[in-house]
């Protein structure tokens, strides 16, 4: 016999998911209605307006789509993409790369422009590469690189974009609440994002804005979207307004009212205000960082302030500090992926994991796990400077 | 500002989703983890385990999806199935014509066998269709439609693939837990459910079972899988084993809380006593409707204990008996879909919904909205005959 899970109460401070906060879990278990109740209709609604808000966005079709930020990411790629389309990707890190694999598979062409890991997007590549393929159906890149902490210019991308006639993509899966997501400023095409980032909902929901420029794309496609399920086509049926909803899939009850709550919470706080928040929180932590000796792989320029890259110190078992962060601290950081494998640490502030608390226990347990492998930090040093922020 | 939602508490009798357990809520609501995780990946493998118990299968690659069951229902053919293949789908109601659409988004042809809305698919047309089409692919049916309430013969369908060299994927989203599923000895290919129907939990997860046979299709296939998020060869990178695990995407972690506490909750009761508590709860719920003197537009013989589709009596408006039973009952019951849009009720007794208060509170509460409306009924009847079943 299989017994109940009970978890381990961690404190996330990884690449995502992030803390989640009681009222979000409170929300997340309240008794479950039906799909088309008109009391859900009536949330779905408020749902809408409150990712609106959210996405800086007067977008209509602006949705929570029912599965993980990839989902959201391969809706905006089948719906915009068809065969036979060039689609120009820009590629600095992980995600990058899922979009190549996304263009692919839509059976269109990606033309890549890469970049380094821990680089930001360069605008004049993209200028070039857009010069050189006049007919290009999209530009799709990552604002913010959750595989290595940098953000790209994403205003002058879109502009870019707009300029030479292409819709514009945009990944915002770890910027969304934490750093400005300006899709009606920016002039953005297709905007998509994850729950369990800086919106600190349970992950499982996508939340996507799609201007009223691409939808008209997404109407009038020579064929139908390869995915039935994915196809905003059907899907609007049900997201199109109170009282004509028509059936398309059973939609998540519950974790819809976990993402309900959670942009309740940031309404409250105030979009603003939370950007100021993760910044305020990253001025601390780096203070904190640089006090004891490590030091960040992203210029300050264009790092995220809610996802640190710290270098691993040279001769420091980069897996056995994140083991004993999580089995002693309960803490929970992240590992470097692809080109970054076994050299950084990945340590998120994002939405309720953005908080001094967070700072200063992540400072004091790495310098604990630092200490005991030998490794060469400045003792004592960490919490001192970041307190001098946090006040 | 938004407030928070507090839906109102409901009685779920429709098609699903059905009345989720406290026991299921409260593990939704646990804290959040990581989905690299340790104990995370101890709970995955518990899961698997449990599914396996609930498919009747010894299959490795057994898996909860992220996504409704229709991403389950997506991943089965997308997988399985590739441009240019042809297909026998087998359509007596609306999920077969989804089946149909898959098909035809994976660019391959659909050979149908059309059975009418409320009967069940006929396997001497099957057999005779998989003659005339020496070269299929695959055989796809839905064991339990949940537009008609009809359960079809899947032992004999699988059978008679098996023959043919066909692969067989078998839509079992309303009977898993319900009725038997069983899938080693159907010799069944690809069978998916989902969270929401017998098992009681909220919607949004998608159990899926693929047999060794189809495994190798998957890997051997010639073309890369159209859906990046559904292609079971990354995604088995994740769920292949603890410690091996892969980045993929990021897993729905609380609602995976909550299917693996339902799992444990079935494993509990133990299969066959579910299937049994099914069957006698329809049994009440017919006693009683036949006394009040409704019927069902199913033949016995094939009719689906766990969903029942109820004539709606000549000159009774169904939608308002449905309102009534929200409005004053907080009871959810489902309306006809398709060709039976208007012309019945679905009432579902699904997991936590098949239970004698269920059946005694939908009784008195459709003869109270029967009675309002003048409609012909035998007052005080159901009650009575239901009673003298439920003891």
Redesign the interface.
């Known amino acids: 016999?299989?017994?109940?899970?009970?978890?381990?109460?961690?404190r996330?401070m990884?690449p995502?998911?992030s803390?989640?906060h009681p009222?979000v879990?409170?929300?997340?278990?309240?008794?479950?209605?039906?799909?088309l109740?008109?009391?859900?209709s009536r949330?779905m609604e408020?749902i809408k307006?409150?990712l609106r808000y959210a996405f800086r966005t007067k977008n209509s079709l602006t949705i929570p789509v029912?599965?993980?930020?990839?989902?959201g990411m391969?809706t905006c790629f089948?719906n915009l993409i068809e065969a036979g389309d060039t689609v120009i990707v820009c590629q600095n890190g992980a995600f990058g790369g899922?979009m190549k694999?996304?263009v692919?598979?839509?059976g269109a062409t990606a033309v890549m422009v890469m970049d380094g890991w821990g680089k930001p997007v360069d605008i004049e590549k993209v200028g070039d590469v857009l010069k050189a393929n006049p007919g290009a159906k999209a530009v799709a890149f990552v604002h913010a690189e959750t595989s290595t902490g940098v953000q790209s210019d994403a205003a002058a991308i879109c502009a870019l974009a707009q300029e030479h006639g292409a819709l514009s993509i945009v990944d915002a899966v770890t910027s969304l609440g934490g750093t400005p997501v300006l899709t009606d400023e920016w002039g953005a095409d297709a905007v998509y994002s994850?729950s369990?980032k800086c919106l600190s909902c349970?992950?499982?929901i996508s939340p996507v804005t799609i201007s009223d420029k691409a939808a008209d794309v997404v109407r009038s496609r020579n064929h139908?979207?390869?995915?039935?399920?994915m196809d905003l086509n059907l899907v609007m049926g049900y997201w199109s307004g109170e009282g004509a909803r028509v059936?398309?899939?059973?939609?998540?009850?519950?974790?819809l009212?976990?993402i309900?709550?959670a942009?309740?919470m940031l309404?409250?706080e105030g979009l603003e205000e939370a950007w100021a928040r993760h910044a305020a929180m990253h001025t601390a932590l780096r203070a904190g960082i640089e006090a004891m000796g490590l030091s960040f792989i992203v210029d300050e320029d264009c790092r995220l302030p809610q996802l640190n890259t710290i270098a691993v110190p040279e001769g420091v078992d980069e897996a056995a500090v994140r083991g004993a962060l999580?089995t002693r601290y309960n803490l929970?950081i992240g590992a470097g992926?692809g080109d970054l494998a076994g050299k950084v640490w990945r340590v998120g502030l994002m939405g309720q994991s953005a908080t001094g608390e967070h700072v200063t226990l992540f400072l004091s347990a790495i310098e604990d796990a630092l200490a005991e492998q030998g490794a060469a930090i400045n003792a004592g040093a960490a919490l001192p400077a970041a307190r001098a922020i946090l006040g």
Chains 1, 2 share one sequence.
């Not at 016999?1 to 961690?10: C, D, I, K, L, Q």
């Not at 029912?66 to 989902?71: E, L, M, R, T």
């Open positions: 016999m299989t017994s109940s899970f009970n978890p381990p109460v961690r996330l990884g995502g998911p803390d989640v009222r879990l409170g929300a997340l278990a309240r008794p479950t209605i039906g799909h109740d008109p009391e859900f949330m408020e307006d409150l029912s599965g993980p930020g990839s989902v391969e089948v899922r694999e996304n692919e598979r839509c994850g369990q349970m992950p499982g139908k979207v390869q995915s039935w399920f059936y398309h899939h059973t939609a998540p009850i519950n974790p009212y976990a309900h709550e942009l309740v309404q409250e999580l929970e992926l």
